[in-house]
C-alpha cells in the first residue's frame, strides 16, 4: 500500500503543475520583452526609486493576467523583504467607493498590525489612507493597490479612484496603482480629471502564439528527471509524449482546440482533463486522452439539452417553431397549444396528451432555457398567457432532431413544411 | 556597548565620546525651574547606529546620528555644551560650526525598532500639530546638547503605561492612533547607497508628486489671483468676494491657488498683511456634499458636528459680526476644488456657500474652481448671479508653455534630446494640453530608455553605455502606448473563430447597411463563410461563447449570452478598423474578400 504507482505520483505531479500558474508562466519570465519583465521593472523601480506610479493591464480573459501580477509581486516580496504592503480590492466587491475605501483602510491595518475600526466614516478613512501613504513613504514601505475588475470601479463618481490617483500626484510616497480588466477600454471609461491623473502606462496581455503553444505544452507536460520518480519511468514517458506531441493527429487536436479560443486558461483546462484521463496502469498520456479531453471540453449545451427533451417536448418546440415561421407576433402556451391540437387534427399522431401534461413539458422547457419569456412584467399572470420565446434556432432544432434516438419521423416533416 | 577602557586615560573630543557612546546628545523641547531653585529640561535623546536593534549599518555614516521618541527628564546641570544636529541638506552646507556636527536623517521608534524618514519642513501644512514641532526644529540654531551619560534615563520610557484599551487607527477623533508602528525594521541599503544616474534623476524631477521649484507660464493668472486675495483681505468691508477658475484639467489650476497661498503665507510672515485662515477643500473627497458644511466648522474652529448643526453655527458666524470674538475676526479663504460635485437636487449648498461672502462683514472669500467653463450658465439664476461675475480663464497649455514647463523641472539634468521634448510637448499641447499628460509622456520615454539601457547593461561583451539620452523613439513609443486603443493587436493575436466572426460582423453591416444585428443572422452568415472556404463550422453554442468573449473585451457590444439566438450584437470600433486588422492575416487569406 505504501509504494504508490510512479504513473499515479507523475499524475498527481502533472496537475499540481497545472493548476499552478506560477509555474506556467515561468518560462516566460526571462526574456526582457514579456510582460513579466517589464511589469515588474515599473513596480520595482516604485520601490528603488521611491516614487508613485500607476499601470492598466489590460487582455481578454484567460491570458495571465492576474498570473503574472502575482508572480511579480511574489518576486518583489522576497526580495525587498518588510518594505512592500499590498491591498487587493476587487471590482465586483468593492465597487462602491465607500465600501472600498474601508476595505483599504481595512487591509491596511492587518498589514500594519493597527487596530482597525468599522465605524469610521468616509472622510475618516480617506484621511487615514492619506496618512498612511505618506508615513509608509517615510519608512521606505510600497503600498501597492491591485484593482481587479478595474471598469467596474468606473461607475458613479470614481471618487475612490480620485482620491487614490490625486494622492498619486501630491503625497511624496511610494505607492502603485495597477488596474487589471478585460475591457480594452478601460481607461476610457475614466472622467477627465480622474484620466489626466492616471499615469496611462499600458501593458497589453494577448493569447500565445503557436511557439509559445509549443513551448508550454513541453514545459507542462515533461516529467523532471530529478524529480522522485524512477529515472527509467521518466525516460520512458518522456519519449512516448514527445511522440504524440509531434504526431500530425496531435496537431489537429490542438488546433481544433485553438480555433475557438486560444487562450492560456483555455489550454490549461484541456490538459488538465487529458491528464485526468491518463490511464495509471500503462502510465503513458495516449493521444485518447487529448481525444477524450478535447470532446469533454467542446460540449454544445443547448444541442445536448435537445437530447434530454422528452417527445412531447419536441412537438412544443416544433409547434412554437412553426409558429415563428407564421410571423406570428406572440406566442405563448395557449397559441401552442392550438397549433399542437391543429397536428393532430390533420395527422392523427399517436402522441396526443392532455392538457396539464402539456403544461408541465412546456414548464420544463422554460427551466431548460430553450424557451424564454419575451419580458418579466406580468408576474401575477400564470404561465401559459405569458407571451415566450424560441431560444435555439431551427438549424439548431433540425440538427437536434436528427441525433435524436427515436424522433418520430412526423416531427421532421413538421419541422421542414414548416420551414 | 562595549565600556569604555578602564584606566587608560586617552584625549577624545566630545564629538569621539559621543560616537562612542559615552556621551549622549540630545534635543530640548522645554526647560522649567524647580522650587529648589534647580533648572531642569525635559528632552528626547539621539542615539548612534550602534545603539539601534538593527546595529550599525555598512551605509551609515560616521557622524550619522537617530532622532529618537525616548523622552527624559534631566536636569541642567548634566550640559556640558551645545551641538549641532542636521538634515542632509544643511550638513552638506555646513561650514564653520565646529567640530560637533552631526547628520540626522532618520526617526528611531525605540519601542518598535523601526526608522522612519523625518518628514521635510516643506509640508508642514499638512496639518497643525506637526507644524509647531517643525517650527521649532526650523530655527536655525539646534538646542541641542551633548549631556552625561545618565544611564538610568534609558529605562524610563519603557514604563511608562500603555492605554487601557487599544484605539482604532482608521478613526480619527483629532489623531491617527498607532502611526509610530509603521517604519523600517532596517533602512534598505538601496536607499543609500544608489547612485543616480542621469536619466534616473530626470525620473524623479518629472514625477506629479515633485513640487517644482517655479511655476512658469502661469504668472499673468497668479498674478490675478494674489490682487483679488489681497483686495479681499485688506479691505476693511468685503463684500461677495467670489472668484470662478475654470479650465481643462492639467492646466495647473489648483497648483497656481496653492503656491499664491504659499507666497502669501510669507508675506504674513512678514507681517505685510493681515492675518487669515485658509480651508481648502475637494469636492470628490466629501462624502456628501452636505458634508462640506461639516469641514469648514471643523476647519475653523476644530469641533466637529454634524452638518445640520454646522450650518447653523456657520450662518450665525457669518451674518451676525457683533458678538463675534477677536479670534474669529480674521478673514477666511475658502478653496472648493472640482466645485461642480456640489451642486445637489435643489443647488442648496452652492447657495449658501455663495450667499454667505454677500452678507455685510462676512469676511468670506470663496474660490471655487472646476472644469466645465458654463457651469455658472447651468444653475438657477440666484446662484449664477452670484457665482459669475469674476472668473478667471485657465486655457490649455500651447508646446511652447508645455516645452518649458518639462524644461525648468529638467534644469540641470542632462538626460534628453531636445527634440524629443518638443516632439513631446506638441503632441499632447495637440490633443488636450495637459501638463500632467505631457510629464507622464516624458516620464515614461525616460523610463523606457532606461529600461533598454539596463537591458543592454545586463548583456556582459556589449559596448558600454556611456551616456544614454532619451531618444525620440522612446517619445515615440511612450506616445504609443498613451494614446492607441490596444483593439487591433487584441483582433489580430485572437483565435481564428473570433477573426470569422468578426469579419462576419462586417460583411453582414455592410450587406445590410445595419450596425446592429441579431446572433441568429449572423450564425447563419457565418455558417455560409465557413462552408463556402472549406472552414469547419464549429456549431452554434461555441460561436455563441465566441461572440460573448468578444463581447467581454468590448470588441463588441453585445446583450448577455442568455438570450442566444435573439442576442443583439455591435462592433465596438468602426469596421474600418476591424478590415485593418483581419485583412492581412495569414491563417484565414479568404478573408480578406469579405472585408
Known amino acids: 500500500m505504501g509504494v504508490e504507482n510512479p504513473a499515479e505520483q507523475a499524475q498527481v505531479l502533472l496537475r499540481t503543475r497545472l493548476c499552478n500558474p506560477d509555474f506556467i508562466f515561468t518560462i516566460f519570465s526571462h526574456s526582457p520583452d514579456s510582460n513579466y519583465s517589464k511589469l515588474k521593472y515599473i513596480m520595482s523601480s516604485s520601490v528603488t526609486e521611491a516614487c508613485n506610479n500607476s499601470a492598466l493591464l489590460l487582455g481578454p480573459r484567460g491570458c495571465g493576467k492576474i498570473a503574472i501580477l502575482e508572480m511579480v509581486i511574489k518576486d518583489l516580496l522576497q526580495e525587498y523583504p518588510d518594505t512592500i504592503c499590498v491591498i487587493k480590492l476587487n471590482g465586483l466587491l468593492h465597487s462602491e467607493d465607500n465600501c472600498a475605501l474601508k476595505e483599504i483602510a481595512r487591509q491596511l491595518c492587518i498589514e500594519n498590525q493597527l487596530v482597525f475600526s468599522k465605524m469610521a466614516s468616509f472622510d475618516d478613512n480617506s484621511q487615514f489612507v492619506i496618512a498612511m501613504l505618506r508615513e509608509c513613504g ?6 501597492i493597490f491591485v484593482l481587479d475588475e478595474f471598469d467596474l470601479f468606473t461607475q458613479g463618481k470614481q471618487r475612490l479612484l480620485y482620491s487614490l490617483l490625486d494622492a498619486m500626484q501630491s503625497v511624496t510616497s511610494q505607492a502603485v496603482v495597477v488596474g487589471v480588466s478585460c475591457r480594452l477600454d478601460a481607461d476610457q471609461l475614466l472622467e477627465k480629471r480622474v484620466r489626466s491623473r492616471f499615469s496611462h502606462r499600458k501593458l497589453l496581455f494577448l493569447p500565445p502564439s503557436q511557439e509559445d503553444l509549443q513551448k508550454i505544452l513541453q514545459h507542462a507536460l515533461l516529467l523532471p528527471t530529478e524529480s522522485g520518480l524512477p529515472s527509467q519511468y521518466v525516460a520512458a514517458y518522456n519519449k512516448k509524449l514527445l511522440n504524440t506531441l509531434s504526431d500530425e493527429k496531435f496537431k489537429d487536436i490542438i488546433e481544433s482546440l485553438c480555433h475557438s479560443d486560444s487562450t492560456y486558461n483555455h489550454l490549461l483546462r484541456f490538459l488538465f482533463a487529458a491528464v485526468c484521463h491518463m490511464d495509471t496502469k500503462s502510465g503513458y498520456l495516449s493521444l485518447d486522452n487529448f481525444k477524450t479531453a478535447l470532446s469533454s471540453i467542446q460540449r454544445q449545451p443547448k444541442l445536448e439539452a435537445l437530447q434530454d427533451c422528452s417527445i412531447l417536448e419536441l412537438y412544443i418546440l416544433v409547434c412554437l417553431r412553426r409558429l415563428e415561421v407564421k410571423e406570428l407576433e406572440t406566442t405563448n402556451f395557449n397559441s401552442a397549444m392550438k397549433e399542437y391540437k391543429s397536428v393532430h387534427d390533420s395527422f392523427q399522431t399517436s402522441d396526443y396528451y392532455a392538457w ?64 | ?129 506637526e507644524a509647531e514641532k517643525d517650527g521649532d526644529w526650523n530655527s536655525c540654531e539646534d538646542p541641542d546638547s551633548d549631556v552625561e551619560d545618565e544611564r538610568e534615563n534609558q529605562s524610563n520610557p519603557l514604563t511608562r503605561p500603555s492605554p487601557a484599551h487599544p484605539l482604532a487607527a482608521n478613526s480619527r477623533k483629532g489623531r491617527i492612533f498607532g502611526l509610530q508602528k509603521i517604519g523600517a525594521k532596517k533602512i534598505p541599503e538601496h536607499v543609500r547607497s544608489h547612485k543616480l544616474t542621469e536619466i534616473e534623476k530626470a525620473n524623479a524631477t518629472l514625477l506629479l508628486a515633485t513640487l517644482p521649484k517655479s511655476l512658469p507660464c502661469r504668472t499673468k493668472e497668479m498674478e490675478e489671483i494674489t490682487t483679488f486675495i ?33 507666497n502669501l503665507r510669507c508675506e504674513v510672515d512678514a507681517g505685510s498683511i493681515k492675518p487669515y485662515c485658509f480651508v481648502e477643500i475637494n469636492g470628490l473627497k466629501l462624502a456628501s456634499p452636505e458634508n462640506i458644511y461639516s469641514v469648514i466648522y471643523e476647519a475653523l474652529t476644530g469641533h466637529r458636528v454634524g452638518w445640520k448643526k454646522a450650518l447653523q453655527s456657520l450662518n450665525e458666524r457669518f451674518s451676525n459680526v457683533t458678538e463675534r470674538s477677536k479670534e474669529d475676526d480674521r478673514p477666511c479663504v475658502l478653496l472648493i476644488d472640482e466645485l461642480d460635485l456640489l451642486v445637489t437636487r435643489n443647488q442648496a449648498v452652492l447657495y449658501n456657500i455663495l450667499d454667505w461672502p454677500t452678507k455685510p462683514n462676512s469676511k468670506l472669500i470663496v474660490i471655487g474652481i472646476a472644469n466645465t467653463m458654463d457651469l455658472p450658465e447651468k444653475l438657477l439664476p440666484r446662484i449664477s448671479s452670484r457665482m459669475g461675475i469674476q472668473r478667471l480663464c485657465f486655457g490649455p497649455y500651447n508646446y511652447r508653455q508645455l516645452q518649458e514647463i518639462i524644461l525648468t523641472r529638467l534644469n540641470g ?68 502606448e498613451m494614446f492607441q486603443a490596444p483593439h487591433i493587436q487584441v483582433m489580430r493575436s485572437s483565435s ?65 449570452g442568455v438570450k442566444h439566438k435573439l442576442q443583439k450584437l455591435q462592433l465596438n470600433f468602426p469596421s474600418d478598423d476591424v478590415s485593418f486588422a483581419l485583412k492581412d492575416s495569414k491563417e484565414l487569406p479568404w478573408l480578406a474578400k469579405y472585408l
Request: contains cysteine.
Open chain 2, 230 to 262: 489681497k483686495g479681499a483681505i485688506c479691505e476693511d468691508q468685503c463684500l461677495g468676494r467670489y472668484l470662478y477658475i475654470h479650465g481643462v484639467p492639467g492646466t495647473g489650476k489648483t497648483m497656481s491657488v496653492l503656491a499664491v497661498m504659499r
Open chain 1, 138 to 143: 517615510l519608512a521606505h514601505k510600497t503600498i
Open chain 1, 356 to 419: 396539464n401534461v402539456c403544461l408541465r413539458a412546456f414548464e420544463h422547457l422554460l427551466q431548460r432555457q430553450l424557451i424564454s419569456l419575451v419580458d418579466n412584467r406580468g408576474h401575477s399572470q400564470s404561465v401559459e398567457f405569458r407571451p415566450v420565446r424560441l431560444l435555439i434556432s431551427s438549424h439548431e432544432l433540425h440538427q437536434g432532431l436528427k441525433s435524436y434516438r427515436s424522433c418520430p419521423a412526423i416531427l421532421h416533416k413538421l419541422l421542414d413544411r414548416g420551414v
Open chain 2, 496 to 560: 481564428t473563430l473570433s477573426k470569422i466572426f468578426l469579419a462576419a460582423m462586417v460583411y453582414e453591416g455592410h450587406r445590410t447597411g445595419m450596425s446592429e444585428t441579431t446572433f441568429d443572422k449572423l450564425a447563419i452568415t457565418v455558417s455560409c463563410l465557413c462552408t463556402s472556404n472549406g472552414e469547419k463550422f464549429p456549431g452554434w453554442d461555441m460561436l455563441l461563447k465566441v461572440g460573448c468573449k468578444l463581447g467581454e473585451c468590448r470588441i463588441l457590444l453585445c446583450e448577455p
Open chain 2, 413 to 480: 539634468v542632462d538626460a534628453f534630446e531636445k527634440p524629443a521634448i518638443e516632439f513631446a510637448s506638441r503632441k499632447v499641447a495637440a490633443v488636450s494640453g495637459d501638463a500632467r499628460r505631457a510629464l507622464e509622456i516624458c516620464r515614461r520615454a525616460a523610463e523606457l530608455a532606461d529600461y533598454r539601457v539596463k537591458k543592454l547593461l545586463s548583456i556582459p561583451n556589449s559596448a558600454a553605455a556611456g551616456k544614454m539620452l532619451v531618444r525620440m523613439a522612446d517619445v515615440e513609443a511612450a506616445i504609443q
Open chain 2, 1 to 129: 556597548m562595549p565600556p569604555p577602557p578602564k584606566g587608560k586615560k586617552r584625549v577624545r573630543t566630545a564629538k569621539d565620546k559621543l560616537l562612542d557612546s559615552d556621551l549622549w546628545a540630545a534635543h530640548i523641547e522645554s526647560i522649567w525651574k524647580e522650587v529648589d531653585g534647580t533648572y531642569w529640561f525635559r528632552a528626547h535623546w539621539y542615539i548612534i547606529p550602534e545603539e539601534t536593534a538593527a546595529g550599525r549599518q555598512p551605509h551609515n555614516l560616521r557622524r550619522e546620528l537617530y532622532r529618537t521618541n525616548d523622552f527624559a527628564d534631566v536636569e541642567m546641570e548634566s550640559v556640558i555644551r551645545h551641538c549641532y544636529v542636521m538634515y542632509p541638506k544643511e550638513f552638506e552646507k555646513a561650514r564653520n560650526e565646529g567640530d560637533d556636527v552631526f547628520l540626522c536623517e532618520y526617526e528611531y521608534d525605540i519601542h518598535w525598532h523601526s526608522f522612519k524618514r523625518i518628514s521635510e519642513i516643506e509640508d508642514n501644512d499638512v496639518d497643525d500639530d
